[in-house]
């Protein structure tokens, strides 16, 4: 379903997902500092803010499939920021842990990998449009990425590194104003 459809007359959000999304995207300046030390409360919160609506109310906070791994990442600081933002992304939406909600949960995590690690501390960084306008190489560079083969991982990674540089290149208009 396109984007467009999913919102309605005046700002009324109808869509379940998009309210989801909106409610996640609200909450993420307050789970930072608790993402680095107690990444599975943030993800299970991420959830119940995602999934309320759209996933059966007793699934909640529960992920279908261990999250340990991209946990590890997150609260160990393994590796370069964008590569570990990078890294987290791609290992939950390949395990599909939470549903129809996953994508949401996915790109927030990143998001707040990114956020916390210093490397976008305001969280401005609009990388989530870019994963949107070029869906058709987001889509296929995490399948690629949940091969688990290193050219696999390669398309991800260089996926998520040109969002982020693309994403922060949007912002000069802005800046340029300000200054």
């Known amino acids: ?85 990078a890294v987290v992304h791609g290992e939950l939406l ?18 707040l990998t990114l956020v916390a690690s210093g490397l976008d501390p305001r969280g401005i960084i609009p990388v989530e449009v870019v994963h949107y306008e070029r869906q058709p190489e987001y889509v296929g560079a995490s399948g690629a990425f949940a091969t688990g083969t290193p050219d696999g991982m390669r398309s991800w990674l260089k996926h998520c590194a040109n969002a982020v540089e693309l994403a922060a290149q949007s912002l000069e208009p802005i800046a340029d104003l300000l200054t």
């Open 1 to 85: 379903m396109k984007l467009k459809s999913r919102l309605q007359n005046a700002g009324t959000v109808l869509d379940p997902l998009v309210q989801g999304a909106l409610r996640v995207y609200g909450e993420l300046p307050t789970l930072t500092q608790r993402w680095e030390i107690a990444p599975r409360q943030v993800l299970a919160r991420l959830h119940l803010l995602a999934g309320t609506g759209v996933v059966p109310a007793d699934e909640l906070g529960r992920p279908s499939a261990p999250v340990d791994r991209p946990c590890h990442y997150v609260v160990h600081k393994s590796g370069d920021p964008l590569i570990r933002a």
């Open 94 to 111: 390949a395990l599909n842990a939470f549903g129809p909600v996953t994508g949401v949960i996915a790109r927030a995590a990143g998001r």
